[in-house]
């Protein structure tokens, strides 16, 4: 039977030991140079496909609303021989984003390694934005007249669409291209585990043990979550990009305490200062909103978000955005309140949601953790049921060595933790050791055991009381729980 050899083919090897070079080329020097380039290209094909990988979902992304938004430009095409066609691309464009999820707005974070991975990218929304302007000052470029700018803004929008298909069909085809190469290719990367396992015979816990450890006290905290020894956020922007960035400029600050009711006071504000319809201003305000809500300022946050949005209206629309705008928010009944509005009291409840969150834990640790940034404690309880923790002074005027010395730690304690400890309460003792950092509670207890200042003893419980014989029924129980064999998994 003959042997196959053409699966050798798709080896690459980085060593050679029969290459030939020349007399002048130093042949392992020669290698290594071979293998550095190998690995270089494989590197550098890897770090291609996932960049393709990634462009090719934000592509479609984009490609499925600028088709959305298409579609209704072109549903309202019969309406612009009888209305204002400035007016009826608004509500195309309105209508186009209405029926789109809040949370698929935002685009995958990039892999590592792929462009900036450490720079977001902006919203969908944002890039849809970016394309109306685009189509804007494409129109203006051409100076197409007012009762043809409508076909022009379609045929702009179909322009845009087919550039992002073509794009998407070139990407598709070179990471085809990509893929196949890498898989041509048998290396390190191809080996992987077929068939493996492994079974321990684990030994069974044994009883005498479990008495052993009922003398012990065990240290736990019942309160302790690992989420919650995460600190809460330094700052209002921990979840956000750096703010730096988009602080609202003076102008937009000043324009923000218009309030949102007074159409008049915003145009005639937007009519001095143009400058301020940029995206920068528009997260800046938003920020500014962020920041009133995390001082419980509604009113004025909500404000913020009502203007913010505002300025992100009016750009979208074009060279005539700002006038378009302020007549169909004016106009009683119109489509473009009931949208607008939404689309503000959904941000604010958003902002509002997230600032609520954050709050509660700030004042959640400030309540556990005196104001510590971790919550982490130790804690004393007993663990077996019906016994309970003792606490024991050594007597100070006490002769044999043993209780002396045992007096010297206790006095070596803060007066705080004497007190506690004089009081007879565990809770004392642990409201003291909760304010303490871990490895100051462990040693402190450690002490605790040299001078024998905790005791386990049985619980006395007066069973000829109601409570006193509910709780000794969830002694027996627990103890019943206790001492059950486990069950034959077979």
Sequence with gaps: MPVDYSKWDALELSDDSDVEVHPNVDKRSFIRAKQNQIHAERQQRKLQIETLKYERIINDTLIKRISSLLASLKAHASEVSSRNPGEVAFQAVIESAAGLDPKDDQPPPRPAGVHNAEQPLPTYTKMMATLLDDVNKTLEEKK??????????????????????????????????????????????????????????????????????????????????????????????????????????????????????????????????????????????????????????????????????????????????????????????????????????????????????????????????????????????????????????????????????????????????????ESGKLDAVNKVLGKMKVEEAEDLVSKFGDAGVLSLEEEIIDATTQEGQEKWKEIEAAKKHADEPAGDPE
């Design 144 to 421: 197409v007249e007012q009762d043809k700018r409508y076909e022009a803004t379609i045929a702009e929008v179909e322009e845009h669409l087919k550039k992002v298909t073509n794009l998407q069909g070139e990407l598709l085809n070179k990471l085809d291209e990509l893929e196949k190469i890498d898989k041509s290719k048998i290396t390190s990367e191809s080996i992987h585990t077929g068939f493996d396992s492994t079974h321990i015979n684990k030994a069974k816990p044994s009883t005498s043990g479990d008495k052993k450890e009922a003398s012990k006290v065990e240290l736990l905290n019942p309160n302790y979550s690992a989420t919650d020894s995460l600190p809460a956020p330094s700052k209002a922007t921990d979840d956000d990009d750096d703010d730096g960035e988009f602080e609202a400029s003076p102008a937009a600050k000043q324009f923000a305490s218009i309030k949102a009711d007074d159409y008049r006071e915003s145009l005639a504000f937007l009519t001095k200062h143009p400058e301020i319809l940029t995206e920068k201003e528009t997260d800046g305000l938003l920020v500014l909103a962020f920041d009133a809500q995390l001082q419980n300022r509604d009113d004025y946050a909500r404000n913020c978000v009502h203007q913010a949005l505002l300025l992100q209206y009016c750009r979208a629309l074009g060279r005539d955005g700002v006038a378009l705008f302020f007549k169909r928010i004016t106009t009683q009944g119109h489509q473009a309140q009931e949208v607008f509005f939404k689309d503000v009291q959904d941000t604010y409840y958003k902002i509002k949601s997230r600032a609520r969150e954050i709050n509660l834990q700030r004042a959640k640790e400030e309540a556990e953790g005196g104001g510590q940034e971790g919550v982490e404690q130790i804690q004393l309880h007993a663990v077996e049921p019906g016994t309970v923790i003792n606490i024991n002074i050594p007597p100070a005027d006490s002769e044999d060595p043993e209780v002396q010395h045992a007096r010297a730690i206790f006095e070596s304690f803060s007066p705080e933790m004497k007190k506690a400890l």
